[in-house]
C-alpha cells in the first residue's frame, strides 16, 4: 500500500478531459509542493510530464496540467488522444523517502 | 545530451549475486542524485533508493533497506545497483533516473530486465 493513492483506471474518449488524483495521508503540504508525475507506455521508461507540483518541463504538451489542494495533488489531461493511453505515476517526498504512487491506467476509449 | 546507459538484461539462478550498471554522460556526474527504480512484471513503480556520486551519501527506501547495495564510481561516471543473493521475487525491470535540482527524475535508462530462476 503506497503512502501515495491514485485510482487504479480512469476513462476519456478522444476530446474529453480527466483528471487522476493523487491523495496522501499526510497534511505536510511540501508533499504536495514536489509531486512529480510521469507518464509510461508499455514496454517504456517512464517520461515525467509534470513536476514541482504544477510545472509542465519544455517539450510537454500543454493538453497536461496540474493543481494540488489540501492533500490531494491532480492531474488533468485535456483534449484526450489515443497516445495519451498509458499507465500515470505520481510521485513525491513523503517523510524521509521518495515514495510512488500506485499508479493509474489511462484508457482512451 | 544528458543520457543514462544501463547494462544489459540478465538471466540468474536463485542465490547467485549480481551487479547491473547506469552509465551516465551529458553532465556533470557526481553533481546530481542518481536513483534506482524496480518494476515487477505487470506492477507498479517502486523507489528503491537514491545515491549521490559526488560523495556516495546513500538513502535506500525501507522496503529495500538490506536487500540491495546502491554505490557510484565517479571516476568512470557509474552508478551501480547490487544483490549478494537474488531470489526469484527479484525478477523484475530496473530503472536508473538522474534526479534533477527540481526533485524530478529525467532522464530515464532503458531498463534493465533482471530474471531470477532456477
Known amino acids: 500500500q503506497s503512502a501515495l493513492t491514485q485510482p487504479a483506471s480512469v476513462s476519456g474518449s478522444p476530446g474529453q478531459s480527466i483528471i487522476i488524483s493523487c491523495s496522501g495521508t499526510s497534511s505536510d503540504a511540501g508533499i504536495y509542493n514536489l509531486v512529480s508525475w510521469y507518464q509510461q507506455h508499455p514496454g517504456k521508461a517512464p517520461k515525467v510530464m509534470i513536476y514541482e507540483g504544477i510545472r509542465r518541463p519544455s517539450g510537454v504538451s500543454d493538453r497536461f496540467s496540474a493543481s494540488k489542494s489540501g492533500n490531494t495533488a491532480s492531474l488533468t489531461i485535456s483534449g484526450l488522444q489515443a497516445e495519451d493511453e498509458a499507465d500515470y505515476y505520481c510521485f513525491s517526498h513523503v517523510g524521509s523517502y521518495w515514495v510512488f504512487g500506485g499508479g493509474t491506467k489511462l484508457t482512451v476509449l | ?118
Not at chain 2, 518494476?39 to 537514491?50: D, N, R, S
Not at chain 2, 557509474?78 to 527524475?105: E, G, I, P
Open chain 2, 1 to 118: 545530451e544528458v543520457r543514462l546507459v544501463q547494462s544489459g538484461a540478465e538471466v540468474k539462478k536463485p542465490g547467485e549475486s549480481l551487479k547491473i550498471s547506469c552509465k551516465g554522460s551529458g553532465y556533470n556526474f557526481t553533481n546530481y542524485w542518481i536513483g534506482w527504480v524496480r518494476q515487477m512484471p505487470g506492477k507498479g513503480l517502486e523507489w528503491m533508493g537514491i545515491i549521490y556520486p559526488g560523495n556516495s551519501n546513500t538513502r535506500y527506501s525501507p522496503s529495500f533497506q538490506g536487500q540491495v547495495t546502491i554505490s557510484a564510481d565517479k571516476s568512470i561516471t557509474t552508478a551501480y545497483l547490487q544483490w549478494r543473493s537474488l531470489k526469484a521475487s527479484d525478477t523484475a525491470m530496473y530503472y536508473c533516473a538522474r534526479q534533477s535540482a527540481d526533485f524530478y527524475y529525467d532522464p530515464w535508462g532503458h531498463g534493465t530486465l533482471v530474471t531470477v530462476s532456477s
